[in-house]
T-cell receptor
Framework: SQTIHQWPATLVQPVGSPLSLECTVEGTSNPNLYWYRQAAGRGLQLLFY??????ISSEVPQNLSASRPQDRQFILSSKKLLLSDSGFYLC?????????FGSGTQLSVL | AQSVTQLGSHVSVSEGALVLLRCNYS??????LFWYVQYPNQGLQLLLKYTSAATLVKGINGFEAEFKKSETSFHLTKPSAHMSDAAEYFCAVSEGSSNTGKLIFGQGTTLQVKP
């Protein structure tokens, strides 16, 4: 069966520090992968999606970037975090019309 | 452009009472519609989906939703609430294209179930 791993579960970072969140999927090949962010009191917003290695589409302009170095690995990064980057970050993969989410990373930028 | 509006950020019901969570959508093409549930400190799980088949969709845990095109609504219901239903619920819409992981989510509704 397919599983999705996302880490770390929680992260506290100072403003201006770098960020790297990692997501890996097991049990499937060539998945579509996604990064969503859930800001406090708001719904989920799609940040990036990828249909293959090295193929990244950005949905909103922001301080973040994404990379897909391997088929089942999706990384969310920032060179310098902003306070507004705080939120709950969710990695997901899709099959047909269903999204399967990881357990999320709660990022607090102080 | 597509959008989703969930009416009511917080809903409180008594255990055993009817659950009704409202969702209205806007889409220029036939939509795919979803309800997801998020338990505390967890990712989201799919409750049910509408993909242009039957308008009444049954999901997991006794939930169901009815697609009403004339009202552009996709409200989520459950006849009898259980304490374990307390969670945050998200309605979402997609264009129904092949890349259907690109969902537009509502802002969420927190369901509280009182004993």
């Amino acid at each position: 069966s397919q599983t999705i791993h996302q880490w770390p579960a929680t992260l506290v970072q100072p403003v201006g520090s770098p960020l790297s969140l990692e997501c890996t999927v097991e049990g499937t090949s060539n998945p579509n992968l996604y990064w969503y962010r859930q800001a406090a009191g708001r719904g989920l917003q799609l940040l990036f999606y990828s249909v293959g290695i090295g193929q990244i589409s950005s949905e909103v302009p922001q301080n973040l970037s994404a990379s897909r170095p391997q088929d089942r690995q999706f990384i969310l990064s920032s060179k310098k975090l902003l306070l507004s980057d705080s939120g709950f970050y969710l990695c997901a993969w899709s099959v047909q019309e269903k999204l399967f989410f990881g357990s999320g990373t709660q990022l607090s930028v102080l | 452009a597509q959008s989703v509006t969930q009416l009511g950020s917080h809903v409180s019901v008594s255990e055993g009472a009817l659950v009704l969570l409202r969702c209205n959508y806007s889409s220029s093409v036939p939509p795919y519609l979803f309800w997801y549930v998020q338990y505390p400190n967890q990712g989201l799980q799919l409750l049910l989906k509408y993909t242009s088949a039957a308008t009444l969709v049954k999901g997991i845990n006794g939930f169901e939703a009815e697609f009403k095109k004339s009202e552009t609504s996709f409200h989520l219901t459950k006849p009898s609430a259980h304490m374990s239903d307390a969670a945050e619920y998200f309605c979402a819409v997609s264009e129904g294209s092949s890349n259907t992981g690109k969902l537009i989510f509502g802002q969420g509704t927190t369901l509280q179930v009182k004993p």
